[in-house]
């Protein structure tokens, strides 16, 4: 629960790092291709114009993050909307104010990004590359950036200002570890003997013709660029792979091989510097008549290693402090350094084994350069490539012949595919998303996408089938099943009800499961979070109200699979501090700090946006 509430603490700050760094990859990677010069704003911030073009790049990203999830297509474009509309009084606002961050701190921010990291380190061919697919500069891009880290700068400064009390945790633990007692019965889905008749067949087919569609469809051809094809066209010579093996000796390079053991003479409130140091000093000379591990099993403050003669393993740079790895680094093998300090104390540290490293032969190492090599080369082709693909799908709309044969690649089609399923190609769902968006319907080229590292791909519609209806003879088995089902539900719905009112009543749950054969199921003592109940009856366990005395809370609930409950929530029980929340006490005021922190900031935008010059056009919004 501290987890989720530090989680949801973020949100709003996650939406703003997101969309500010995502959007120059997935909402405005690229113009629209047609004359927007006459066509009517959505909303408008100020002077800062949002069009309908950009609600539905906003709304592609949506769904992207949604894929697999049911939600409203007009309901996510408003939200869309409503985002971009606060983000961007915020920017304007903080803007305003004179916040600031340098080009350096952008900088530094980018190179940090796994986007344009390759093996963990900043590849600057790959932030050309992703930069160049979407037709951003640098220069561009590190605005955007500073934007948005000027805008995490001001929710910072609200959040991280705030603070909970005592009171506050407390209330937090009283409600999290309440207990709750219940008992519900399941009531079965009722068997309906009554058919559907004709009539009701056909008007609920005429009400519900959009779930009984053929949907729509569409097949692409389409370009792509691989680094792997790349690589294996690269010409290779010998003479061009010892030069680069002479350039790049680090890769092929064995690291020297150190490995140490220490032991240690702790400082604290019983041991002070002095005392630590004199016993050093003197286990340093008794080292001359006894063995190091032995010694370090008697005498060493480091009882983990001291079981295996103060053994600390390989010797890595980056761990230890850098007065232990500068001695540590310098000992020859079998050699004892002198008492060295650090926050832990002073250690004794030996050279336990030294394989010192070194340059592979080239012969040996052939087959790892001509690899190395060929990526090399391959990436530098392939952001060249990179750059050619994204300019000429742009400057050449209406096909991609062109690219093609500039490229040297070939023209690739699809099969027909929907928005939620495809094969090859179109089993991507960054494909799908892009063949059915509004660029690529109205028959222009697709912006690059990439489909990880080393993969564009520009699309181009084949072939776009709109959906269409079926008829009432093709799914009226459908029909008639829904239908039945519904029967079955309303039943259902009606036993439910007659036994809540019974129970409400004040008959017991008992006596009526017992009256309609239903078994009763106890639960004593649940906790939120805690318990193995299903999540939705779980949560609405914790929601329902208190019981009056004496008299139970009755409820109902639906499960996602459709089942019935009633449910019958006898008594609650205030939560106490346990031993182990009292070890959360501080992350638990930190998160709810944290929270209503980000309430506060939510309110100051919201304040924000009241105060600003915001137009939102009704008749555009909603196309």
């Known amino acids: 629960m501290l987890t989720k509430i530090r989680e949801k603490s973020q949100g709003a700050l996650a ?6 760094i995502c959007v120059p990859f997935a909402l405005w990677g690229i113009n629209n291709y047609l004359d927007t010069g006459k066509e009517a704003a959505v909303a408008s911030v100020g002077d800062r114009d949002f069009y309908q073009r950009d609600v539905n790049k906003a709304y592609e990203q949506y769904s992207q993050n949604l894929q697999g999830l049911s939600v409203d297509e007009q309901t996510l474009k408003t939200q869309a909307l409503q985002k971009l509309i606060k983000d961007e009084v915020l920017l304007q606002y903080v803007h305003a104010e004179g916040l600031v961050i340098t080009d350096d701190e952008a900088r530094e921010f980018i190179k940090s990004l796994p986007y344009f990291q390759v093996d963990g380190k900043f590849s600057d061919t790959q932030y050309k590359t992703l930069l160049s697919s979407q037709r951003i500069s640098s220069g ?10 000027t805008m995490e700068q001001f929710q910072h400064s609200i959040i991280d200002s705030s603070f909970s009390t005592q009171y506050d945790v407390e209330g937090f633990f009283k409600i999290q570890n309440q207990q709750r007692d219940v008992d519900f019965v399941a009531v079965p889905l009722q068997a309906s003997a009554e058919k559907p008749t004709d009539e009701e067949i056909s008007t609920y087919y005429q009400q519900h013709q959009a779930l009984y569609q053929m ?21 290779l010579s010998d003479d061009k792979l010892k030069a680069y093996y002479d350039d ?57 290693t001291a079981k295996k003669g ?29 008492p060295v300090r650090s926050a832990f104390g002073y250690h004794l540290i030996k050279v336990t084994e030294l394989v010192p490293g070194g340059v592979k032969p080239f012969d040996s190492v052939k087959n790892d350069v001509i690899q190395a090599y060929q990526k090399a080369q391959a990436e530098n082709a392939f952001f060249e490539a990179g750059e050619k693909l994204t300019e000429m799908s742009f400057e050449h709309p209406d096909s991609l012949q062109t690219v093609a044969t500039n490229l040297g690649v070939a023209v690739k089609k699809s099969s027909l ?60 088995q459908d029909v008639v099943s829904e239908l039945t089902k519904q029967k079955a539900q309303l039943q259902t719905d009606q036993k439910v009800k ?10 017991s749950i008992q006596a009526i499961a017992a009256e309609n054969n239903l078994s009763v199921k106890a639960e004593k003592g649940l906790v939120r979070g805690k318990n193995k109940l299903p999540e939705t009856l779980s949560n609405a366990i914790f929601k329902a109200a208190k019981p009056l005395e004496g008299k139970s809370t009755i409820f109902n609930v639906v499960l996602p699979t459709g089942e019935r409950l009633i449910v019958s929530l006898s008594k609650v029980t205030v939560g106490t501090l346990g031993e182990d929340d009292k070890k959360q006490l501080e992350l638990a005021k930190k998160n709810i700090a944290n929270a209503f922190g980000q309430t506060e900031f939510n309110q100051t935008l919201n304040s924000l946006q009241r105060k600003a010059d915001v137009t939102v056009n009704a008749k555009t919004q909603t196309q």
């Open 498 to 507: 007659k036994i809540t009112e019974k129970l409400r009543a004040g008959a």
């Open 417 to 476: 595919f929907t928005k939620d399923k495809g094969e090859g190609v179109a089993a991507e769902d960054k494909i799908r998303s892009t063949a059915f968006s509004e660029e690529v319907l109205q028959g222009n080229n697709s912006a690059p996408v990439e489909l990880g590292v080393g993969r564009l791909v520009v699309v181009r519609l084949l072939e776009h089938k709109a959906a269409t209806k079926r008829e009432l003879s093709e799914v009226k």
């Open 140 to 149: 561009e891009f590190v605005s955007r950036i500073k934007n948005a880290l």
């Open 248 to 304: 790049q000796k680090e890769l092929f390079t064995n690291p020297e091989r150190r490995k140490i053991s220490h032991i240690l003479f702790s400082i604290n409130d019983k041991i002070t510097e002095k005392e630590a140091l004199e016993k050093a000093v003197k286990a340093k000379n008794e080292l001359q008549n006894k063995d190091f591990s032995v010694l370090a099993a008697e005498v060493s403050d480091d009882k983990l």
């Open 215 to 235: 949907p729509e469809q569409v097949s692409v051809e389409y370009v792509e660029l691989i680094l792997e094809d790349i690589a294996k066209k690269v010409v």
């Open 310 to 338: 103060g053994d600390l393993g390989l010797f890595n740079v980056g761990v230890m402090e850098k007065s232990f790895e500068d001695a540590a680094s310098t000992l020859k093998l079998g050699e004892v350094s002198n």
């Open 15 to 20: 939406w703003v790092i997101l969309t500010l």
